[in-house]
């Protein structure tokens, strides 16, 4: 069976779940800057050293586990990706940097229906990262997957603009976007533009899509800083959850105005911990809404979000709550580190 994914609440039937142990720290460069700590001075980016602690990394191998052994309970098939040297050091004529990570398989693989596109990172250090994930592609291809990239950028300095944390540090002269920038909703696809999509990105997304029969929503100035799943996250068809600390019942997309909606955010949501060397996390607190939809009615979510859990219990949806210690360090959530490849469901129009 191919590649079949639609939205994030369908029955869940297959996933990718990441990898830490070969993680280290992201590259002192451009690009770095601009995705990780947009509006923070240079510096904080040269204070990065090259890896993160054994220990950290095995806290984190130790929760990916954890995740996907929950995960084959329920029945879920459970790939993983290969393991990867990201200290091996590249280059194209314009720069020389090298790989990050395999935490969060979400950010450069975006199914819809029986196709999955190759996103184009702004990020230097993920322009080969999908090579962890070739053995599985070539797989599903063979099954009938339609596999395609989307052009590889060049990444010049001129691509990235360093502003405030409310700027978008990304320029319109490349096609560059990440998968979490999409918001899925079977026929409807909302699209961010931030940090880690720009509008060319999407304007080349739409010449692959509309033609069968997809609608891409551009979502502008609602959150510039990286992706949109710890922002806008769908239940289900007709329920939405809106982090209120960005968007507001006055100010946000237009899609959803007859949806039911929870507002979460504030005091609500807690902290988890981070250990990075240069003091900042590259991860916003928002991580702590960012979970994953097995079914309509049951969630796996961060185990200390006790205020989210019981919100999501009132609309009848379970929680399974597990622990993500260092999803702010290593820049992933329960949504981020995994990617949904196969959901029991159909391709629809939910507006």
Same mark, same amino acid.
Request: proline share 7%.
């Given at each position: 069976?191919s590649?079949?994914s639609n939205? #994030?609440w #369908?029955?869940?039937e297959?996933?990718?779940?990441?990898?830490?142990d $070969?993680?280290?720290c992201p590259p002192?460069?451009i690009s770095? *800057?601009?995705?990780?700590?947009?509006g923070?001075?240079?510096?904080?980016?040269e204070? &990065?050293?090259?890896?993160?602690?054994?220990?950290?990394? #095995?806290?984190?191998t130790?929760?990916?586990?954890?995740l996907?052994?929950?995960?084959?309970?329920l029945?879920v098939?459970?790939?993983?990706?290969?393991?990867v040297?990201?200290?091996?050091?590249?280059s194209?004529p314009e720069?020389?940097?090298? @790989?990050?990570?395999?935490?969060s398989p979400?950010d450069?693989?975006?199914?819809?229906?029986?196709?999955?596109?190759?996103?184009p990172?702004?990020?230097?250090?993920?322009?080969f990262?999908?090579?962890?994930?070739?053995?599985?592609?070539?797989?599903?291809?063979?099954?009938?997957?339609q596999?395609?990239?989307?052009?590889?950028?060049?990444?010049?300095?001129?691509?990235?603009?360093? @502003?405030?944390?409310?700027?978008?540090?990304?320029?319109?002269?490349?096609?560059?976007f990440d998968?979490?920038?999409?918001?899925?909703m079977g026929?409807d696809i909302l699209?961010?533009?931030? =940090?880690?999509? =720009?509008?060319?990105?999407?304007?080349?997304?739409?010449?692959?899509?509309?033609?069968?029969?997809?609608?891409?929503h551009i979502?502008?100035?609602?959150?510039?800083?990286?992706?949109?799943? +710890?922002?806008?996250?769908?239940?289900?068809? @007709? &329920?939405?959850?809106f982090?209120?600390d960005?968007?507001?019942?006055?100010?946000?997309?237009?899609?959803?105005k007859s949806?039911?909606?929870?507002?979460?955010?504030?005091?609500?949501?807690k902290i988890s911990? *981070?250990?990075?060397?240069?003091?900042v996390?590259?991860?916003?607190?928002?991580?702590?809404? =960012?979970?994953l939809?097995v $079914?309509p $009615?049951?969630?796996i979510?961060?185990?200390?979000? #006790?205020?989210?859990?019981?919100?999501? @219990?009132?609309?009848?949806?379970e929680?399974?709550?597990?622990?993500m210690?260092q +999803?702010?360090t290593?820049?992933?959530?329960?949504h981020c580190?995994?990617?949904?490849?196969k959901?029991?469901?159909?391709?629809?129009?939910?507006?």
């Amino acid at each position: 069976m191919s590649v079949s994914s639609n939205n #994030d609440w #369908d029955p869940l039937e297959e996933i990718i779940v990441g990898r830490a142990d $070969n993680t280290v720290c992201p590259p002192k460069e451009i690009s770095t *800057h601009s995705f990780c700590y947009g509006g923070s001075p240079y510096s904080v980016v040269e204070q &990065l050293p090259d890896r993160y602690p054994q220990k950290l990394l #095995d806290e984190g191998t130790e929760d990916l586990d954890g995740l996907a052994n929950t995960l084959k309970k329920l029945g879920v098939k459970v790939h993983r990706p290969e393991k990867v040297d990201n200290m091996k050091t590249y280059s194209t004529p314009e720069w020389t940097t090298h @790989g990050w990570t395999q935490f969060s398989p979400r950010d450069l693989l975006l199914p819809l229906d029986n196709l999955i596109i190759e996103t184009p990172s702004p990020m230097r250090s993920r322009y080969f990262e999908t090579r962890a994930y070739y053995k599985y592609l070539y797989e599903q291809m063979k099954d009938g997957t339609q596999w395609i990239s989307a052009p590889k950028p060049i990444l010049t300095d001129d691509n990235y603009q360093l @502003g405030t944390p409310e700027d978008v540090t990304l320029t319109n002269k490349e096609i560059v976007f990440d998968a979490p920038n999409m918001v899925r909703m079977g026929r409807d696809i909302l699209a961010q533009i931030s =940090n880690s999509g =720009n509008q060319l990105g999407f304007e080349w997304l739409k010449t692959i899509l509309e033609p069968r029969g997809y609608r891409i929503h551009i979502a502008e100035k609602f959150y510039s800083f990286s992706h949109f799943d +710890s922002t806008i996250l769908p239940l289900r068809p @007709g &329920l939405v959850l809106f982090n209120s600390d960005r968007l507001s019942p006055d100010r946000y997309p237009e899609i959803f105005k007859s949806w039911d909606k929870i507002w979460f955010g504030g005091d609500q949501l807690k902290i988890s911990d *981070h250990y990075s060397p240069n003091g900042v996390s590259p991860c916003s607190t928002a991580i702590g809404l =960012n979970f994953l939809s097995v $079914n309509p $009615n049951l969630v796996i979510c961060d185990v200390i979000q #006790d205020e989210l859990r019981r919100e999501l @219990g009132k609309h009848k949806i379970e929680t399974i709550g597990l622990p993500m210690r260092q +999803s702010r360090t290593l820049s992933g959530g329960f949504h981020c580190v995994t990617l949904d490849v196969k959901r029991k469901g159909n391709l629809e129009s939910y507006f």
